[in-house]
């Protein structure tokens, strides 16, 4: 009978060596991890919050927020967090204090809002904000703007040139209908410049006031649907295709006779353009009605200048 030691054999020898070696990986794998976690967490709960860095992104193509402006409205909800503990600032709750959200909390031009704390004391906050695509001035007296996905921007003291519905425009006739089709005219280069206007007939037909050419462009009735994804697509297509049909008009036809010479031109159906001659007699010159579109916009521009005064006046006195 052969003798047994009660030692290992050669066959268990690599096995238990390896298991020995797993193990002694993971122990050292473990204690790396603390070891870089300890290493790498900020001491931020001690002392006061020092400084408080604000960046707002593409603040230069927006243009509707400042760093400034961010700074008040914390300052107001007396969320500002200089000279605070470190210990009792909450980073997530300043974000949901800027962020937007259901029911129009948040700070209304922010589109994301996000905060940490520093091992130095200090507290970052970055914003970015929406983006306006369109004014809206209805006939009841509503003035907002709409972003590119159709959210509502309140017209505060702030003023962009951007092209402005006016007439039989509700809120939601503006969320699902007008933000594709302004879309559709900002994706153009040649339409974004030369359309200044968008009228909402009561029947819901549509109107372009142009920037050059004494004339009203009819494209009738926006394709209506069930769902948001099928309005989308069915009024993009619509628009893009009567824009062209347009521009075509313009190469070929104005081209030739001149852009003052018709007061209307209708594009809504497609196998023909329905033009109306101007009546001198009745209509007035080019340049009285060019004169006319310059005192509305300078009034608009008047109010929205009184606006933005009196809400320098409140900031001021804020401060003080």
């Given at each position: 009978?052969?003798?047994?030691?009660?030692?290992l054999?050669?066959?268990m020898?690599?096995?238990?060596?390896?298991?020995?070696?797993?193990?002694?990986?993971?122990?050292?794998?473990?204690?790396?991890?603390?070891?870089?976690?300890?290493?790498?967490?900020?001491?931020?709960?001690?002392?006061v919050?020092?400084?408080?860095?604000?960046?707002?992104?593409?603040?230069?193509?927006?243009?509707?927020?400042?760093?400034?402006?961010?700074?008040?409205?914390?300052?107001?909800?007396?969320?500002?967090?200089?000279g605070k503990?470190?210990?009792?600032?909450?980073?997530?709750?300043?974000?949901?204090?800027?962020?937007?959200?259901?029911?129009?909390?948040?700070?209304?031009?922010?589109?994301?809002?996000?905060?940490?704390?520093?091992?130095?004391?200090?507290?970052?906050?970055?914003?970015?904000?929406?983006?306006?695509?369109i004014?809206v001035?209805?006939?009841?007296?509503?003035?907002?703007y709409?972003?590119d996905?159709?959210?509502?921007?309140?017209?505060?003291?702030?003023?962009?040139?951007?092209?402005?519905?006016?007439?039989?425009?509700s809120?939601?006739?503006a969320?699902?209908?007008?933000?594709?089709?302004?879309?559709?005219?900002?994706?153009?280069?040649?339409?974004?410049?030369q359309?200044?206007?968008?009228?909402?007939?009561?029947?819901?037909?549509?109107?372009?006031?142009p920037?050059?050419?004494?004339?009203?462009?009819?494209?009738?009735?926006?394709p209506?649907?069930?769902?948001?994804?099928?309005?989308?697509?069915?009024?993009?297509?619509?628009?893009?295709?009567?824009?062209?049909?347009?521009?075509?008009?313009?190469?070929?036809?104005?081209?030739?006779?001149?852009?003052?010479?018709?007061?209307y031109?209708?594009?809504?159906?497609?196998?023909?353009?329905?033009?109306?001659?101007?009546?001198?007699?009745?209509?007035?010159?080019?340049?009285?009605?060019?004169?006319?579109k310059?005192?509305?916009?300078?009034?608009?521009?008047?109010?929205?200048?009184?606006?933005?005064?009196?809400?320098?006046?409140?900031?001021?006195?804020?401060?003080?």
């Amino acid at each position: 009978m052969p003798h047994h030691n009660g030692g290992l054999t050669k066959e268990m020898r690599p096995r238990v060596k390896k298991i020995i070696i797993g193990v002694l990986d993971v122990i050292l794998g473990a204690y790396l991890v603390l070891a870089v976690t300890s290493f790498n967490k900020p001491k931020v709960d001690h002392g006061v919050c020092s400084k408080v860095e604000i960046s707002v992104a593409d603040s230069s193509d927006a243009g509707f927020l400042s760093a400034a402006e961010i700074k008040q409205l914390l300052q107001s909800k007396g969320l500002y967090p200089l000279g605070k503990k470190m210990d009792s600032i909450n980073p997530r709750t300043l974000e949901e204090a800027m962020a937007p959200k259901e029911g129009g909390s948040g700070i209304p031009f922010v589109k994301t809002a996000e905060c940490y704390k520093t091992n130095d004391g200090h507290v970052c906050i970055t914003i970015t904000q929406r983006t306006p695509l369109i004014r809206v001035k209805s006939i009841r007296g509503d003035d907002y703007y709409l972003d590119d996905h159709g959210g509502i921007m309140p017209n505060s003291k702030y003023t962009s040139d951007l092209p402005v519905v006016t007439g039989y425009v509700s809120s939601s006739f503006a969320k699902f209908y007008i933000t594709p089709l302004a879309r559709a005219i900002m994706a153009n280069d040649f339409w974004r410049n030369q359309i200044e206007q968008i009228n909402v007939l009561p029947d819901l037909g549509i109107e372009f006031v142009p920037r050059v050419g004494n004339h009203i462009i009819y494209i009738g009735k926006l394709p209506k649907g069930r769902y948001w994804s099928q309005v989308n697509k069915e009024v993009t297509d619509y628009v893009n295709s009567k824009l062209d049909r347009t521009l075509t008009f313009y190469k070929y036809g104005l081209n030739v006779v001149g852009w003052n010479k018709y007061s209307y031109i209708d594009v809504e159906f497609d196998n023909q353009i329905v033009c109306r001659k101007r009546d001198k007699s009745s209509e007035p010159s080019a340049e009285e009605q060019q004169q006319e579109k310059k005192e509305e916009n300078k009034e608009i521009k008047q109010k929205d200048s009184v606006r933005k005064n009196n809400d320098s006046i409140a900031a001021h006195e804020l401060e003080g």
